[in-house]
């Protein structure tokens, strides 16, 4: 098919986006084949970044693997570490101390807005607009301060462990949370000023990369895109893990199925988060933040599933175990690898300007994808 | 004493009128020509070379606070020697040519996009007097040297043999030709308000307020449609979409580096201080001091401010809008590029200039 000089049969270009691209945040690899500035045809090539992750948890302790989920999608290191400690803890059959679980959400909450921030100034920029980064990575900064403090890392957190988290909040905790919410307050308004009402980035937003509620849940999208299209698909609703189903949260559906669309739910599930840190900051219980395990842990034999919601979709763990100390058998469910089968479908017929902001609404983590 | 004054006032014409008598006196006509050719040679590449670094340094200052962060601040008292830090960098860096590049045109582009620059120079006015080319078609040699731009990319992007150049630089050629319709219709405008194609008479002809305010709103209509129009024909955002880093990497000039993508860079800027400068002097008076009608103690004493102060002030406020632009505004996609000319830029001018051309003649201006 792709032939020497470059070109396809009949005379259409073809370009290789990556895997060294400014827009592809990573070494994702996309071959385009382009007819002028028309995409016909979107070919993701994956690999770059390939670790065997899931190789590797085979032959680590169910306390050691963990560790390597940080890694995966390092914009919510958190939540991957939330779905393997469940999967654990299921299998253990653990009751997870109330405090643990409370400083468990506020950290998944807080890291989706952290990745959302993120992904706001990247998709900003993916469009040509470099200032929006710097304005996100003000608030996002306060988050890492955050985590910096209780976790002792900024992305690579390493807080959940199998019964809890591994150590108590910082005292500083919950005042510099509230420090941050309000300073979160105070700048959310200057997003809309500057990116959202801006006429050129509604122009390129709107009614560009189309996903039908049909197409969305047959490439198997989740997360903001799928909810974009008005798919009802947020684990923290349809399947509560931790204290989820306690918690007074509405999740973000638009209907229109385009970038915008994506784009907003993103924006509105910030507030969301915003909504559920709010609810739990006070009321955090006292007691044990980690549950008494033993030192080594032994699943039962049998196969565990866990699915959470991460900043990008559903992410699952499955672990099929023979009741020894490693897992037999690791499969992770990454939401970016099934949200990237959908780009090609999305892109088609558009322009080359387009594919770059589709990219960036569908928030791609490259390792994630590729693990 | 009156000339140390007038040297204080930096008022180039004098100084310029001085060098020019002496040569005289000392040489016959020819060699005093010739000298004084070399002499105008030598500033223009001294200004190009000054603007260049000033011109970055200022860019990366204005982002630096529109990003809220501090911008280069290490080399140099406050950072201020960072751009020539920056070009010492790009002269000892190789300049490769890819194998599969043209190799006469690959590294003929860039001297063609320095040359458009500096023959845009000639006939601006920078102060009262001081003028390397009193041309009398100014408006007309300005618009036919700047659509010369677009070969030096078009030459770049082809040459490059690559595919995100090609594409870079067919953008840019699509872009530049269209939006100089508007750009030229703009301009014309001033033209037919002041009745002249040279550039030192449309600055005299605001001698009593400058366009902008002489001209009622089709004349700001027209300015809006200039600022508009020249940040699409530099190629700078939120219409960089030959260089559009995103999605072509940096478009017609992916394949230079060292030196040969200096003289593309540097052209870029000198092309934003060249438009700012037109569009200072057709608009805003170019070194004509802020006069209002005949209020003649307050013109007497905004005369008092050197010609050359207010030029570069103006000229320098309008790259500043441009830049503001650049740090604000997301990238227009190809296809809304040329709708937003062509559907709506262009029948604006077009209207605009009937609507100017009824006002010149029933003399509907101050």
């Known amino acids: 098919m792709v032939e020497e000089i470059g070109r396809t049969a009949d005379g259409n270009i073809i370009i290789n986006v990556g895997p060294?691209?400014?827009?592809?945040?990573?070494?994702?690899?996309?071959?385009?084949?382009?007819?002028?500035?028309?995409?016909?045809?979107?070919?993701?090539?994956?690999?770059?970044?390939?670790?065997?992750?899931?190789?590797?948890?085979?032959?680590?302790?169910?306390?050691?693997?963990?560790?390597?989920?940080?890694?995966?999608?390092?914009?919510?290191?958190?939540?991957?570490?939330?779905?393997?400690?469940?999967?654990?803890?299921?299998?253990?059959?653990v009751e997870v101390p109330a405090r643990a679980q409370v400083i468990r959400v506020l950290m998944d909450e807080l890291t989706r807005i952290a990745s959302h921030e993120l992904w706001w100034g990247a998709m900003a920029m993916d469009l040509g607009a470099f200032t929006p980064f710097f304005h996100a990575f003000r608030e996002r900064e306060t988050i890492n301060d955050i985590m910096e403090e209780t976790c002792g890392a900024r992305l690579t957190m390493n807080y959940m462990v199998p019964g809890g988290v591994m150590q108590d909040i910082h005292p500083n905790f919950q005042q510099r949370v509230k420090d941050f919410i309000k300073l979160y307050k105070s700048k959310i308004s200057e997003y809309d000023e500057l990116v959202t009402g801006n006429i050129i980035f509604q122009?390129?937003?709107?009614?560009?990369?189309?996903?039908?509620?049909?197409?969305?849940?047959s490439f198997g999208v989740s997360g903001p895109p799928a909810r974009g299209s008005g798919v009802s698909c947020d684990t923290r609703k349809t399947y509560p893990y931790e204290i989820y189903n306690q918690l007074q949260f509405e999740e973000i559906l638009e209907t229109e199925g385009d970038s915008f669309a994506r784009y907003m739910v993103r924006i509105r599930e910030m507030n969301q988060s915003i909504k559920i840190i709010e609810q739990l900051i006070d009321n955090?219980?006292?007691?044990?933040?980690?549950?008494?395990?033993?030192?080594?842990?032994?699943?039962?034999?049998?196969?565990?599933?866990?699915?959470?919601?991460?900043?990008?979709?559903?992410?699952?763990?499955?672990?099929?175990s023979e009741g020894g100390t490693t897992p037999y058998r690791i499969k992770f469910r990454s939401p970016g690898f099934s949200n990237l089968s959908a780009l090609d479908h999305m892109a088609r017929g558009s322009k080359l300007g387009d594919l770059v902001a589709m990219m960036g609404t569908l928030d791609l983590v490259i390792p994630d994808i590729d693990r | 004493?009156?000339?140390?004054?007038?040297?204080?006032?930096?008022?180039?014409?004098?100084?310029?009128?001085?060098?020019?008598?002496?040569?005289?006196?000392?040489?016959?006509?020819?060699?005093?020509?010739?000298?004084?050719?070399?002499?105008?040679?030598?500033?223009?590449?001294?200004?190009?070379?000054?603007?260049?670094?000033?011109?970055?340094?200022?860019?990366?200052?204005?982002?630096?606070?529109?990003?809220?962060?501090?911008?280069?601040?290490?080399?140099?008292?406050?950072?201020?020697?960072?751009?020539?830090?920056?070009?010492?960098?790009?002269?000892?860096?190789?300049?490769?040519?890819?194998?599969?590049?043209?190799?006469?045109?690959?590294?003929?582009?860039?001297?063609?996009?320095?040359?458009?620059?500096?023959?845009?120079?000639?006939?601006?006015?920078?102060?009262?007097?001081?003028q390397l080319w009193d041309l009398n078609i100014g408006v007309l040699y300005i618009s036919a040297v700047s659509s010369l731009m677009v070969i030096s990319i078009l030459m770049a992007g082809w040459a490059s043999n690559n595919k995100y150049s090609l594409m870079g630089a067919m953008r840019s050629g699509a872009q530049i030709v269209s939006y100089e319709l508007s750009a030229g219709l703009s301009i014309l405008t001033v033209v037919i308000l002041s009745g002249s194609l040279n550039l030192n008479e449309i600055i005299l002809s605001q001698s009593d307020g400058w366009w902008i305010f002489k001209g009622h709103i089709p004349v700001i209509i027209s300015f809006v449609i200039f600022i508009i129009a020249v940040t699409a024909e530099t190629n700078r955002a939120p219409f960089d979409l030959a260089e559009a880093e995103s999605e072509l990497t940096?478009?017609?000039?992916?394949?230079?580096?060292?030196?040969?993508?200096?003289?593309?860079f540097l052209a870029e800027y000198i092309n934003v201080f060249i438009v700012c400068a037109i569009g200072a002097t057709l608009f805003l008076g170019g070194w004509m001091p802020f006069h209002i009608g005949h209020w003649e103690g307050f013109n007497h004493v905004m005369?008092?401010?050197?010609?050359?102060?207010?030029?570069?002030?103006k000229t320098f406020f309008l790259i500043f809008l441009i830049m503001w632009f650049r740090w604000t505004f997301p990238r227009l996609r190809i296809d809304q590029l040329l709708n937003l000319e062509w559907k709506y830029l262009l029948p604006i001018s077009m209207f605009n200039i009937l609507l100017v051309t009824v006002m010149a003649i029933l003399g509907w201006y101050f």
């Open chain 1, 20 to 93: 060294q691209h400014p827009a592809t945040h990573g070494v994702l690899h996309l071959v385009i084949t382009i007819n002028g500035e028309t995409i016909i045809k979107v070919e993701p090539h994956l690999g770059y970044i390939h670790r065997s992750i899931e190789k590797m948890c085979e032959s680590l302790t169910y306390r050691q693997f963990i560790y390597v989920t940080s890694r995966m999608d390092y914009l919510s290191s958190h939540i991957n570490n939330h779905a393997c400690a469940l999967c654990v803890e299921n299998g253990l059959q």
């Open chain 1, 203 to 217: 122009n390129r937003m709107k009614g560009v990369g189309y996903l039908s509620p049909e197409d969305a849940v």
């Open chain 1, 284 to 320: 955090i219980p006292e007691g044990d933040f980690q549950a008494k395990t033993k030192a080594v842990l032994k699943l039962p034999k049998g196969e565990f599933l866990q699915k959470v919601e991460t900043a990008r979709g559903q992410f699952g763990v499955y672990i099929v």
């Open chain 2, 1 to 130: 004493m009156g000339k140390l004054w007038e040297v204080f006032m930096l008022s180039f014409s004098k100084i310029s009128q001085l060098i020019d008598s002496w040569l005289r006196a000392t040489f016959n006509a020819t060699w005093t020509m010739v000298i004084e050719m070399v002499i105008a040679g030598v500033c223009v590449i001294g200004l190009f070379a000054a603007l260049g670094l000033v011109l970055v340094l200022m860019e990366r200052r204005v982002a630096a606070w529109i990003q809220i962060r501090l911008g280069p601040n290490r080399v140099g008292p406050g950072g201020m020697l960072q751009s020539l830090a920056d070009t010492l960098k790009l002269l000892v860096k190789e300049g490769m040519t890819p194998d599969g590049a043209d190799k006469f045109l690959f590294n003929l582009a860039p001297f063609i996009a320095m040359m458009v620059a500096m023959l845009l120079m000639a006939p601006i006015a920078f102060a009262k007097d001081f």
């Open chain 2, 250 to 264: 940096a478009g017609f000039h992916t394949e230079y580096s060292g030196m040969k993508f200096a003289l593309f």
């Open chain 2, 303 to 313: 005369d008092f401010i050197p010609s050359s102060l207010w030029f570069f002030g």
